[in-house]
Every structure is written in C-alpha cells, then in structure tokens.
C-alpha cells in the first residue's frame, strides 16, 4: 500500500510569521501535532511540530510576570522554532518505507509533496491505525503466535492446515526470530476453535509461543 492512499489530505498548516502562541492554540483546537510551515507561494518552508511550540514558551519557573510572557511571545515567530531541513516524501512511496524513514530519523511526520506542493501528511497516528487493521486488532478470532524455521513453503503449509479445517485468516504477520534459522509468526484465524487450531499447527512449529481467543 502507498502512502497516497492514507494520508490526511490537504493538512492543515501555518505560515513562518504565525506567532507562536497562536500556532500552538490552533494545534490544540483542532487535535493535530504538527503543521507544515507554508510561504506566500505555498512552497514548503519547514515543519513545527508542537514540541518545538512548548519548549518556546517560557518554563513554569520562570520570573517573568504574566504580561512579560505574552510580551515575548507575541514577537516570537514560527520562523523562529520550526525545522527548516524537512524530510518528505511523495504519494507513491510504500508506507513501509515512510514508517523506517520515520524510525530511523526519530520524527512523528512526514509531509508529502507533489510537484513541489504539500498535498498530504503521514503521520505515527496513521501508522498505528493502519498497524491495528493490519493485525485485525477489531476483529474476532484465535491469534497464535509461534515460532517456525525459516524454510521456503512453511508458511504455505500453515495456511494450507488452516483451509483444510474451513478457517478463515483475518491476519498474517511474520518478524525476525531468535536466529536467521527461524521466524515468528502471528496468525488470526476465525471459524476454528483454539484448541484445534493449536492441534493443527504445533507440528510445523519450532515452538507455540501463544494461542489465545481475542
């Protein structure tokens, strides 16, 4: 699936002379976390995120009087406290690829451009929307967890036991195991009831880590 398909389209933004007190009123007003800083022409200048809004505000501490604080930010710009170097992506590119980019840049946001215009934003939320219908965290079934050698056909032989016994799956998902010799799995299936299924797939797995109706 590409990034394209679950975006939030035409996000909402601000511009670098937003004072930052009213920027961060309108992140809280309407529930986002970040916002793609646009110029006049709408070309993508940077991206403020609403921790960089509260680390502008004065501390808690601070001496200053009420009127002081809103003072200063009042004069204080987005400008000021956006990142400027903004990494993006476009439509076409797979969401896996936009969540390592995400992770191995420790950022909860990526805008996404076309010809040089932000027509979207994937953000960590999305992510983990896409993660739960992934694992059909909503739906009923029995989800068992093993771990299987990393052999070609294993995972046929496990959907095949599955079908003979009029199973459904509503999930698949594989991860790195203990050793590149193994991998885990994780399947959720409906229609067989846990102790059969648990039957059922012992014999192909190195070891039933989990078995649970959900």
Not at 107 to 126: A, Q, S
Not at 158 to 163: G, L, M, S, V
Request: net charge neutral; charged share 30%; hydrophobic share 45%.
């Amino acid at each position: 699936m590409l990034v394209g398909k679950r975006m939030t389209r035409n996000p909402l933004t601000t511009t670098p002379d937003t004072p930052v007190a009213e920027a961060l009123n309108f992140m809280r007003r309407e529930k986002v976390r970040r916002l793609p800083v646009i110029d006049k022409k709408g070309m993508l200048v940077g991206i403020v995120s609403e921790e960089d809004l509260l680390y502008a505000s004065p501390s808690p501490a601070t001496s200053l009087s009420v009127w002081e604080i809103h003072y200063l930010l009042s004069k204080l710009e987005v400008s000021k406290v956006m990142t400027k170097e903004v990494i993006t992506v476009t439509e076409h590119v797979p969401l896996e690829d936009a969540a390592r980019i995400m992770a191995d840049n420790k950022i909860g946001g990526l805008p996404v451009m076309r010809d040089g215009k932000v027509i979207g934003i994937i953000t960590e939320t999305d992510l983990f929307k896409i993660f739960i219908e992934l694992f059909g965290a909503r739906e009923k079934g029995v989800r068992v967890t093993m771990l299987v050698p990393e052999v070609k056909g294993e995972l046929a032989k496990i959907t095949a036991e599955i079908a003979k016994r009029g199973g459904n799956i509503i999930s698949l998902g594989t991860f790195l195991g203990d050793d590149l010799t193994n991998r885990i799995c994780a399947i959720k299936v409906e229609g067989i009831a846990r102790d059969e299924l648990v039957a059922a797939l012992e014999p192909l797995a190195q070891e039933m880590i989990d078995a649970r109706e959900v």
